[in-house]
């Protein structure tokens, strides 16, 4: 018998706002956060994408949509390709999506590189050279490179110092003021009251 793990979520993001989701350790945030990009199905219920349907659906259906939503996983090196150097994994994007010419792709990609404070010497190399943070930024970089309307976060905090932290926090609200929406799962309380508009706090399921 299935046991539910998130039960009468219901909420909505406008473009330009943050919403935060807190809870304890279990609660469903990152189950929420997976349902959102549609790596999760709902068994009821449904999410919709800049107001047209977007889960459930067949992948098929949903697949052109996917650059207008991006996440940052909680992992950044299990997000990142090991044999990748930085310049290919900012760049595959804009390649599998048909965005700009090889010269240009690599200008954009200097440029999101720059933005998240990722030193450029830095991507020629691979995953395995850098820390958590520098990880944790190429991700973010990567997740940018497409626009997306709405950034999905889960604990982007994590792995950065307070200086790093403080970099991160100024660029996530950077991005809200030029119209991107974001859903951030977090525990770090000062980050979501300084970030977040709203906030949703889930609660264990008891079956």
């Given at each position: 018998?299935?046991?539910?793990?998130?039960?009468?979520?219901?909420?909505?993001?406008?473009?330009?706002?943050?919403?935060?989701?807190?809870?304890?350790?279990?609660?469903?945030?990152?189950?929420?956060?997976?349902?959102?990009?549609?790596?999760?199905?709902?068994?009821?219920?449904?999410?919709?994408?800049?107001?047209?349907?977007?889960?459930?659906?067949?992948?098929?259906?949903?697949?052109?949509?996917?650059?207008?939503?991006?996440?940052?996983?909680?992992?950044?090196?299990?997000?990142?390709?090991?044999?990748?150097?930085?310049?290919?994994?900012?760049?595959?994007?804009?390649?599998?999506?048909?965005?700009?010419?090889?010269?240009?792709?690599?200008?954009?990609?200097?440029?999101?590189?720059?933005?998240?404070?990722?030193?450029?010497?830095?991507?020629?190399?691979?995953?395995?050279?850098?820390?958590?943070?520098?990880?944790?930024?190429?991700?973010?970089?990567?997740?940018?490179?497409?626009?997306?309307?709405?950034?999905?976060l889960d604990e982007p905090f994590s792995a950065l110092d307070p200086t790093l932290a403080g970099h991160l926090l100024a660029l996530l609200l950077d991005l809200k003021a030029e119209g991107?929406?974001?859903?951030?799962?977090?525990?770090?309380?000062?980050?979501?009251?300084?970030?977040?508009?709203?906030?949703?706090?889930?609660?264990?399921?008891?079956?």
């Open positions: 018998m299935g046991r539910d793990v998130i039960r009468d979520a219901s909420f909505s993001i406008a473009p330009g706002e943050a919403l935060g989701l807190v809870g304890a350790s279990g609660a469903g945030k990152t189950t929420l956060l997976h349902l959102v990009l549609g790596l999760l199905e709902p068994t009821e219920g449904r999410i919709l994408l800049e107001g047209e349907p977007w889960s459930p659906l067949p992948e098929r259906e949903r697949r052109q949509r996917r650059p207008r939503i991006q996440a940052v996983f909680q992992d950044p090196l299990a997000s990142l390709p090991p044999h990748r150097t930085g310049w290919e994994i900012l760049q595959e994007p804009l390649e599998v999506w048909g965005r700009g010419a090889p010269a240009t792709r690599r200008e954009a990609a200097a440029h999101m590189a720059a933005r998240v404070k990722f030193p450029e010497p830095a991507l020629d190399q691979r995953p395995a050279a850098w820390s958590g943070g520098l990880a944790q930024r190429l991700c973010l970089a990567r997740a940018l490179m497409l626009e997306p309307a709405l950034l999905v991107t929406a974001l859903l951030m799962a977090s525990h770090d309380g000062a980050a979501v009251e300084t970030l977040c508009d709203r906030v949703v706090e889930l609660s264990a399921v008891s079956n």
